[in-house]
Each structure stands twice: as structure tokens, then as C-alpha cells.
């Protein structure tokens, strides 16, 4: 039988925007970054097939502070099941600015502190929007997040917009304009599609960290 992946018991745990309101449980964390309004809300609700867990809205801006979201990987192989417990983290959006006036910074100080030294982020899935795949500044916190090591994943969202060959060659400028080991997830929290595929890398990334001393 076919080898399954799901995420189960999802639960809303904590909120922060300081080191110190970092859960303590020392579970791993998988995290998403991206524009405001890109989808990343959207796609936790739908990776965890439950609407209503992270807040959603056609406005940008909508999530402000760092929200953890415990959930368990459930792998079923044949008759062997296994469940890994982790962190889904949704974070706020960059390139929208409610005020202006201030110095334009690209995120939140405390979004680049996360990103940089939560202890347990063992992969960053930085989701474009499939239907603008080379943007400033979607290239610019690319650039930075390679240049501190974040791991990533490149997610290209909102696919259920294009059609199927704007999709092909969309991901084709997404893999050259934002080359990273493995290669870019299509999805579209409408229509489900990628979920399978997303879940599939965080699997391999939860197993690589817990295999380091
Ligand atoms: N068609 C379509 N719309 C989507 C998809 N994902 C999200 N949306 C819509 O895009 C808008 C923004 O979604 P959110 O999930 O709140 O986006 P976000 O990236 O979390 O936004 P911020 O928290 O403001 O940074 C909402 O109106 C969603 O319904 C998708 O896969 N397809
Ligand atoms: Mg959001």
C-alpha cells in the first residue's frame, strides 16, 4: 500500500514577537515567509485541512506576531504508523506597510531574529506568488535569508490562478530565479494541490535534523 502523509491534531499553542515568548518545548519548527497576502495563513489551514486555525484575510497585513501551531506528521506505511510532533509557524507578511513615513525596512526586526536564531526553525518555506515570480522584493529577502543560511523552500503559490502553462513555465523562472537544493513546491490551498509534496520535504527535513547529534 501506498505510503500517506498528514497532519493531525493541529492546536493554536503561542504567540510571539521576543525570544523569550518562544515556546520552550523544544519541538522542531517549520515556518513560512513570505509577502503580506501571499497565502501563507492559508496554506497552514489547508497543509492541517482545518479553516479556521491561522486568521485569513483579503487584506494584507493580517498576521502581526510569530503564531506556533503544534501539530503531529502522521506517516503510514502499510500497517506501520508513525507521528512526529512539530510546529507549524505562521509569520507576518513583508512589503506592506499600514504607516508610512518610517525608514522602509524589508520585516519586522523581530521577524529577522526568528528567522535567524529560533533554535528549533529546521526549514523556512518562503512562498512567491505564482503569478509574479521575480519580484524585488520577493528577490531581495530571498537573497538575504541565503546569505544567513536559513534553509529553504521555495513555495510557489495560488496556483488554481494560472493556467497550466503559465504554471509550467512560472516554476521554471521560480527554480532559476531562486535556486536552492531541492526544488520548488507548486501549491494552491484552493484547489489542495501541493499539499502532498510540501509535506513530503517537511518529513525530510524533520527526519534530517533529528539525525544530527
Ligand atoms: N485563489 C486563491 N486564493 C488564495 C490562496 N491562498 C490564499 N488565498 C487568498 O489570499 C488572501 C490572503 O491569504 P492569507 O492566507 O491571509 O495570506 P497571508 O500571506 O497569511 O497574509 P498576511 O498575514 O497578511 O501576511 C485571502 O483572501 C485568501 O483567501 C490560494 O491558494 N488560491
Ligand atoms: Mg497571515
Redesign the pocket.
Known amino acids: 500500500m501506498a505510503k500517506s502523509l498528514q497532519i493531525i491534531n493541529p492546536k493554536y499553542t503561542a504567540s510571539a514577537v521576543r525570544k523569550d515568548q518562544y515556546p520552550d518545548s523544544g519541538l522542531p519548527e517549520i515556518a513560512f515567509l ?10 497552514i489551514n489547508s497543509l492541517c485541512n482545518y479553516r479556521g486555525l ?1 486568521r ?3 487584506e ?4 502581526q506576531t510569530i503564531n506556533y501551531f503544534s501539530v503531529e506528521l502522521r506517516e503510514k506505511d502499510g500497517e506501520a504508523i508513525r507521528r512526529t510532533p512539530f510546529f507549524l509557524v ?1 509569520l ?2 513583508y512589503g ?1 506597510a499600514r504607516t508610512g513615513g518610517q525608514k522602509r525596512q524589508m520585516w519586522s526586526d523581530f521577524i529577522g531574529e526568528y528567522v535567524t536564531q529560533s533554535p528549533h526553525l529546521v526549514m523556512l518555506c518562503l ?1 512567491v506568488d505564482l503569478r509574479h515570480p521575480g519580484l524585488d522584493i520577493d528577490r531581495q529577502a530571498y537573497q538575504w535569508l541565503s546569505e544567513h543560511g536559513v534553509p529553504l523552500q521555495i513555495v510557489g ?5 494560472l493556467k497550466a502553462s503559465e504554471k509550467r513555465k512560472n516554476m521554471i523562472m521560480l527554480k532559476q530565479i531562486f535556486p536552492t537544493g531541492h526544488d520548488a513546491v507548486v ?5 489542495k494541490e501541493g499539499s502532498a509534496a510540501l509535506l513530503e520535504r517537511i518529513l525530510m527535513s524533520l527526519d534530517e535534523a533529528s539525525s544530527l547529534p
Open positions: 513570505g509577502r503580506s497576502n501571499v497565502g501563507k495563513s492559508s496554506l491561522a485569513v484575510s483579503g494584507p497585513g493580517k498576521t505562521d507576518p507578511g506592506f512562498l503559490t495560488k496556483a488554481d490562478k501549491h494552491s490551498s484552493l484547489k
